[in-house]
Nanobody
């Protein structure tokens, strides 16, 4: 059974930065497609950034230039800069084992394995 754990969330002021991490118990994520999703209070879960094993990435328009998805040490990270209040919410990572494009994973949210999420609050 795949168990994913997100970490790195917290409270940050507008304009601040956070680095989220997604780790899997028992194996590393290097060979898997992984997506980061954001669920704002009262809203649907939306894809923020997704990455394929070969390095192809997709970013939602509102985070381009601010967020960076990367891999390291068998984990997948989301570097978030210039945070604003609209970025508040729970961030989840998903591992997808089927061969979709990064854009498809982020925009269509195909079946996969999910973590429990990490809370990000942007507030002064």
């Amino acid at each position: 059974q795949v168990q994913l754990v997100e970490s790195g969330g917290g409270l940050v002021q507008p304009g601040g930065s956070l680095r989220l991490s997604c780790a899997a118990s028992g194996f590393n994520l290097d060979g898997y497609s992984v997506g980061w999703f954001h669920q704002a209070p009262g809203k649907e879960r939306e894809g923020v950034s997704c990455m394929l094993p070969g390095g192809s990435t997709y970013y939602k328009d509102s985070v381009k230039g601010r967020f960076t998805i990367s891999r390291g040490n068998g984990e997948v990270h989301l570097e978030m800069n210039s945070l604003n209040r609209e970025d508040t919410g729970i961030y989840y990572c998903e591992v997808v084992t089927s061969p979709y494009t990064a854009q498809h994973i982020c925009t269509k949210r195909p079946p996969g394995f999910w973590g429990q999420g990490t809370q990000v609050t942007v507030s002064s």
